[in-house]
């Protein structure tokens, strides 16, 4: 089923102070043309410079993720990208008239109820995935950080944390679909050990903490010159601590909200990547560097797959039309399976399938919700293979082409009524003794449905009898 992108309807603003940077800043999602995708503007800046929301432009991950871009930063991205892509839009302009996000309460929520009140509206334009299709790993052995990515029809995201400490302990968080986040990770607020808290404060950092945008826990008995400390540093007279635990003894939305919320900033970190996922992630100890490392390596799965993947003009004019296509080809509607080819050379063919509701085979296939049989795409790929061959002879009309084996054939999509199906095939080895070793892929919208690996020998008809012939 095709998913149209999505956009806000009208232009939303929330206002809040910066965790690091302790200065007021008011942010605005404003809706965005189709295929923008997530992009952060300055307004407080000369020329208002965007900031594209793209992995390539992290320059920091100490303490929450920073991008660069024109000349302009922006701090602690990921809670507002969590929202965005927990909400399911896909293109929203996000102004703000200073260097941090607003920590708000720590968490995705209040973003995702402004979100909310700024109606989602659909596009026109297809949403693209990244569907995986082989495993990807990624570890960290200083930090003790591991990731894997496998293939998965929707965005899934398991978290293991573990910190060797006897208040958080051993936790683990997963959503099965991003439909789960508004509901179970988006109001799990960001945590900080008391210890690191200290040391952050002594290094005058997180000028706008505050006990109701984080989560303190304590690993141990705190003295009282400690509490009188926090008292003066966050201006309360209720800081207290109560043995281990959390500070002021602070109710959680969930047992595990901790591991909820290094779910949370793997969705907000991952958003980098710039395009919605389809696989299933699963993480260990996770923390924004790690996220960002795991980022950039499926930003780059994605080029090496764009590089491999082909565009193809299907409006330029064909080389072979079906005319030309029986003059090779023996088969007859309704087995002909190809309509036309766009593309020859000596050692590889594309051909064209122009998929209607009127196949003869829909008629039996699933005819109310018609799919394209797996076996005729690769008896399809191999009619197309078969015009390769048969022009390496003088009078193709005399031959016929059999199948000797098929090897690694993979269905990634479905094919159905309207599709324009592509079959790009490339030899392997040079076509010798009648033999042609053939690699194809095949594709709808530039994008890989089936491939497969064959081969094939032409024989020559005598007589109405097959006989095997040999060529250079």
């Known amino acids: 089923m095709n998913v149209k992108q999505q956009t806000i309807k009208h232009p939303v603003s929330v206002s809040g102070v910066g965790l690091h940077t302790g200065k007021q800043v008011n942010l605005t999602f404003v809706p965005a043309p189709e295929n923008h995708g997530y992009k952060f503007q300055r307004v407080d800046l000369p020329d208002n410079p965007i900031i594209d929301a793209d992995v390539d432009n992290v320059v920091d991950t100490s303490r929450g993720t920073t991008l660069e871009q024109n000349g302009a930063r922006v701090h602690t991205t990921e809670h507002v990208l969590a929202a965005l892509v927990g909400m399911e839009i896909d293109n ?4 703000l008239d200073g260097p941090e996000m607003p920590i708000m309460d720590g968490s995705s929520m209040p973003f995702v109820k402004v979100l909310q009140q700024a109606e989602i509206v659909e596009q026109d334009a ?4 990244f569907e995986l299709t082989e495993n990807l790993t990624f570890e960290d052995k200083v930090k003790n950080v591991e990731m894997l990515a496998v293939p998965q029809d929707e965005f899934r995201v398991t978290v293991m944390v ?5 208040v958080l302990g051993t936790q683990h968080a997963h959503i099965y679909n991003v439909g789960e986040f508004k509901t179970e990770i988006a ?3 960001t945590f900080v050990f008391l210890h690191e808290l200290e040391a952050l404060l002594a290094n ?7 006990l109701n945008n984080a989560i303190v826990l304590v690993a141990k008995e705190v003295s009282k010159e400690q509490i009188a400390h926090l008292q003066k540093v966050f201006h309360r007279e209720d800081v ?3 043995g281990k635990g959390i500070l002021n003894n602070t109710e959680l939305h969930f047992f595990n909200e901790p591991a909820r919320h290094k779910l949370l900033d793997i969705v907000g970190d991952l958003a980098l990547v710039g395009m919605p996922l389809k696989m299933h992630i699963l993480a260990a100890r996770p923390g924004h560097a790690g996220n960002v490392a795991f980022a950039k390596k499926i930003k780059e799965l994605i080029k090496s797959k764009k590089r491999r993947n082909p565009t193809f003009d299907l409006n330029k004019p064909s080389v072979l039309n079906i005319y030309d296509i029986q003059k090779l080809l023996p088969h007859r509607q309704p087995f002909l399976l190809i309509d036309k080819i766009i593309e020859i050379t000596p050692e590889s063919v594309i051909g064209v399938k122009n998929v209607t509701m009127n196949e003869e085979f829909f008629k039996g296939h699933f005819p109310e919700n018609p799919v394209m049989p797996g076996v005729l795409l690769i008896e399809a790929m191999a009619q197309t293979g078969g015009i390769l061959i048969l022009k390496t002879v003088p009078d193709p009309e005399n031959y016929l ?3 000797m084996k098929i090897d690694g054939v993979k269905f990634r999509s479905q094919v159905i009524p309207g599709d324009s199906v592509v079959f790009d095939l490339k030899l392997v080895t040079p076509i010798r003794r009648g033999i042609c070793h053939m690699k194809g892929i095949a594709y709808v919208n530039n994008k890989p449905v089936m491939e497969a690996e064959m081969m094939a020998q032409i024989v020559k008809v005598k007589n109405n009898e097959p006989t095997l012939v040999h060529t250079s």
């Open 92 to 95: 929203c302009l996000i102004q």
């Open 126 to 129: 297809e949403r693209i995935y």
């Open 162 to 166: 573990d910190y060797n400490s006897d």
């Open 187 to 189: 109001m799990c607020r």
């Open 240 to 242: 207290e601590i109560k």
């Open 204 to 210: 005058n950092l997180i000028k706008g903490g505050d």
């Open 401 to 403: 082409t059999f199948f």
